[in-house]
């Protein structure tokens, strides 16, 4: 199996470049902004799956440019999904919580409506959408709050903001579950090998680290794990403004994901653990 993955520099990305049946594009090998070039890119390589890792994550920075954010992320996945499609090979899209208003606090499953609150959220859904229209073998798996040893995190954030300070104000009213690359990357790996004899498993899944926590409480964690002395102090949302709003509620039911594919939640405090380690950073 040769898996083709978009992405090279980012959290997901390098996770599953240590796979060996991987080969992981970067920008200069397909630029997301030229959707075209993906095409190519998989006709070139003729892999027997690809996994789109690439993304325009800068949550508030899509508010002032939507159309850029709507083309990496929609767009380009659109293209991607139609090239699969005609090749009959699996493709793996990751999407994201941030789909969803954040109402209530139910876990949010599947077929949940939707209700982005933000520019970045309104791209990763219409990709979704294209996806699903290509009409190939694909999965959608939405994840979430995605922390691991390498580029931007809540984790580096708070190690860094934590070394400086004896107390932090955190919000404490957005309740999810903090997901490890590293579990996402294995993920994508099974489901796209899952797909290929298994067409009928196309679909949207959830997928992430258990339990559901606040980013205060998770922040909390992240100190006590690396005996960084900063006391954590829980706020609203409100007293945090961000050019993007962001979900209260993204806690997912993962269910669907455990039955079709044999992945479970994982434990978010042992992998806060393994990339504490990763970095050094551990008490
Ligand atoms: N980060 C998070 O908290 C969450 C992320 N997700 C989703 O998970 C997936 C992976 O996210 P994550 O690993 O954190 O993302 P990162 O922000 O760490 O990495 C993004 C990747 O996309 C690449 N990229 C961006 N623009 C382009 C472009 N125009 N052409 C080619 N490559 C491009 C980047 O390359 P370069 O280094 O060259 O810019 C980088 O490799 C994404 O689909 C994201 O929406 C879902 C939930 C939470
Ligand atoms: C640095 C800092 C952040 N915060 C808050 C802001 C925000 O609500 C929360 C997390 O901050 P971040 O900047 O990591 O949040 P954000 O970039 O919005 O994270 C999101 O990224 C996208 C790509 C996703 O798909 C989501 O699942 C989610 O992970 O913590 C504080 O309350 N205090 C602080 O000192
Ligand atoms: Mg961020």
Not at 25 to 33: H, K, M, N, V
Not at 60 to 77: F, G, Q, R, S, V
Not at 106 to 116: F, K, L, R
Request: aromatic share 6%; net charge negative; hydrophobic share 40%.
């Amino acid at each position: 199996m040769t898996i083709l993955v978009f992405g090279k520099t980012g959290q997901v990305a390098r996770e599953l470049a240590r796979f060996s049946e991987v080969k992981c594009l970067g920008r200069e090998d397909a630029d997301l902004t030229a959707p075209e070039s993906c095409s190519s890119a998989i006709h070139a390589h003729l892999p027997t799956a690809v996994i789109n890792a690439a993304a325009y994550t800068a949550v508030d920075n899509a508010e002032e440019e939507e159309a850029l954010a709507t083309l990496i992320n929609a767009d380009a996945p659109a293209v991607m999904a139609r090239a699969c499609a005609a090749l009959d090979i699996p493709f793996v899209q990751i999407s994201t919580d941030y789909v969803f208003d954040g109402s209530g606090t139910t876990p949010w499953q599947p077929d949940h409506a939707t209700g982005p609150l933000g520019a970045y959220g309104r791209s990763k859904l219409k990709g979704e959408e294209n996806v699903h229209l290509a009409a190939g073998k694909h999965a959608i798996l939405r994840t979430s709050w995605v922390v691991s040893a390498h580029g931007n995190n809540f984790v580096k954030t708070m190690l860094r903001l934590g070394a400086d300070r004896d107390t932090l104000n955190v919000v404490a009213d957005q309740i999810g579950g903090p997901t490890m690359a590293r579990d996402i990357a294995a993920a994508c790996v099974k489901i796209a090998q899952d797909l290929r004899g298994d067409p009928e498993k196309s679909g949207i899944y959830h997928f992430s680290g258990a339990p559901d926590c606040s980013w205060a409480d998770f922040a909390r964690a992240i100190f006590d794990q690396s005996g960084l002395s900063c006391a954590v102090n829980d706020i609203p949302s409100s007293d945090y403004p961000t050019p993007a709003a962001r979900p209260f509620n993204s806690r997912m039911d993962c269910t669907s994901t455990a039955a079709t594919f044999g992945i479970d939640r994982p434990d978010w405090n042992s992998s806060l653990t393994e990339i504490l380690a990763e970095l050094g950073a551990l008490k």
